[in-house]
């Protein structure tokens, strides 16, 4: 439901798995398995995939990673955003359908290709998101935040001759683990392919 068939766009994708440390693949194996434990988990309790508020408030809901207040994910997400979360590696580790159905990568790309290496910006754009996303989202503040940075054209690196991706980032709320430290960004977005844009 609402996943695009497509192949991985990474050449040797499962090589540079297996390039990684012990603990960074068990990492990855774990996450995946979470990630499609929930896909099912909301699908047997009549959570639409496709219902963007639901879902996301249900995956956040059954993960270990929890806000430090009270959120209205209605208030934060509108149906139709994208909505990524990253660990402090960069690597993506929930994204809803919207952000499947905008880019060219299958979800193992997504997994585990770090997002720096899968997208390119510029690089003034790349440091102001790795500052307001990372540093300040692992910094531990608590509350959710303004994702301010400007829209732009993002390149899809390993993309076989797919657009490029028109995006506007909306929000941020830092996530945190059961001993209480910041673990996980969750962001909120709208996501064009070039050819919808018209550029």
């Not at 940075?149 to 941020?172: E, I, R, Y």
């Amino acid at each position: 439901e609402g996943i695009n068939d497509c192949s991985s766009q990474v050449e040797n994708l499962w090589d540079t798995y297996r390039s990684y440390d012990v603990d960074r693949q068990a990492a990855l194996y774990q996450q995946t398995k979470d990630f499609l434990t929930s896909l099912q988990n909301a699908k047997s309790e009549g959570v639409s995939l496709l219902n963007d508020v639901a879902y996301t408030a249900h995956w956040v809901n059954n993960s270990p990673y929890k806000p430090h207040c009270d959120i209205d994910y209605s208030a934060v997400l509108k149906q139709g955003e994208a909505v990524e979360a990253y660990n402090s590696d960069g690597i993506q580790i929930f994204r809803n359908m919207v952000f499947y159905r905008s880019v060219a990568y299958s979800p193992g790309d997504m997994a585990i290709i770090p997002f720096y290496d899968l997208y390119t910006r510029s690089a003034d754009l790349t440091e102001k998101i790795i500052k307001i996303a990372f540093q300040k989202g692992f910094s531990g503040i608590k509350e959710p935040y303004k994702f301010d940075v400007p829209p732009h054209w993002c390149h899809q690196n390993m993309s076989d001759g797919a657009g490029d991706l028109w995006v506007t980032f909306k929000t941020l709320v830092p996530l945190f683990d059961e001993s209480g430290e910041p673990a996980v960004i969750l962001g909120t977005s709208t996501i064009e392919l070039k050819d919808n844009k018209g550029a």
